[in-house]
């Protein structure tokens, strides 16, 4: 069952339309509060489609993904019992949640650019430091720096990549959905 390739078809369908940073923007807020696919998902076709705008792109990723994750932190510091432990719910991140209480004190910095960088669901770490009433500015320099680096490497390699990247991609689309997916609930177990 192929499940990656037509998202990835889709995505460059929308990576080519004129309205397309705009989606970006919108997929990039929501996915670092509540939305479940990645960012990179649709940056990556994008970046292909438009190699010119590929630092445009990872730019505009950076800047929305950290105001989303500022909306995921005021959901967490404001409405985490009306919206956040719903969303907490959804992603099955419980236990992992609970897990982040004791974690936060000493290294909340770090999980949150650890969580910026890597496939670990975000969101969770977003609400999970307005629960904790992480120091904002804090949250937002890891943001910037763990969701700036992630978007950046990916623009940057498919800059770099151009259409030989493009060729493997679409080759092994699926192949690398479903690495990203196991990267994802390794990190999710690694924190349980």
Do not use: C
Not at 84 to 103: D, K, S
Not at 148 to 176: D, H
Request: charged fraction near 15%.
């Amino acid at each position: 069952m192929k499940i990656f390739t037509p998202l990835y078809h889709l995505a460059m369908r929308w990576s080519r339309h004129p309205r397309a940073e705009y989606y970006l923007a919108g997929v990039s807020f929501m996915e670092s509060s509540f939305f479940p696919v990645p960012t990179a998902i649709m940056l990556a076709p994008m970046a292909l489609a438009a190699r010119e705008r590929a630092w445009r792109l990872a730019a505009i990723a950076t800047v929305t993904s950290v105001l989303g994750g500022v909306f995921g932190y005021f959901i967490g510091y404001f409405l985490y019992e009306e919206i956040g432990r719903g969303i907490i719910e959804f992603y099955h991140a419980g236990e992992t949640f609970n897990r982040l209480q004791v974690w936060y004190d000493t290294h909340g910095v770090w999980l949150v650019l650890l969580a910026a960088v890597t496939p670990i669901p975000y969101k969770v770490f977003t609400i999970a430091s307005g629960v904790l009433a992480m120091p904002l500015a804090l949250f937002v320099i890891a943001s910037v720096v763990g969701r700036a680096l992630q978007f950046f490497l990916v623009a940057g390699l498919l800059w770099w990549g151009g259409k030989k990247i493009e060729k493997l991609l679409a080759k092994w689309t699926e192949v690398v959905g479903w690495g990203v997916v196991a990267l994802a609930v390794g990190g999710y177990l690694l924190l349980r």
